[in-house]
Nanobody, 120 residues
Framework: QVQLVESGGGLVQPGGSLRLSCAAS????????MGWYRQAPGKQRELVAT??????NYADFVKGRFTISRDNAKNTVYLQMNILKPEDTAVYYC???????????????WGQGTQVTVSS
């Protein structure tokens, strides 16, 4: 069916950078939007950033530090994270709202998550 595979997480010092990638594969007909969410221990999952055709949206706490981009030809979304802070520590999840070849309805799909830890 559809798979979202994330990569790029890891351990980084405060002030450092990481780049997350998420590739969608399978019987994809069209992708309406892709994005990143995160969930820290004991907290609810929250939106980080989303990208549609030409439009991006960011949570206030990442504006000016994170940049989301999308490669439509590769069905891949990226999250460049700069000036990382300890409070950015979380599991980061990729999300895609897409339509497969077997339906006319757009559904949301999730990746398995990738851990980002910001610590000295």
């Amino acid at each position: 069916q559809v798979q979202l595979v994330e990569s790029g997480g890891g351990l980084v010092q405060p002030g450092g950078s990481l780049r997350l990638s998420c590739a969608a594969s399978g019987s994809i007909f069209s992708i309406a939007a892709m994005g990143w969410y995160r969930q820290a221990p004991g907290k609810q999952r929250e939106l980080v950033a989303t990208v549609t055709s030409g439009y991006t949206n960011y949570a206030d706490f990442v504006k000016g530090r994170f940049t989301i981009s999308r490669d439509n030809a590769k069905n891949t979304v990226y999250l460049q994270m700069n000036i990382l802070k300890p409070e950015d520590t979380a599991v980061y999840y990729c999300n895609a709202r897409l339509r497969t070849t077997s339906t006319s309805i757009f559904y949301a799909y999730w990746g398995q998550g990738t851990q980002v830890t910001v610590s000295s």
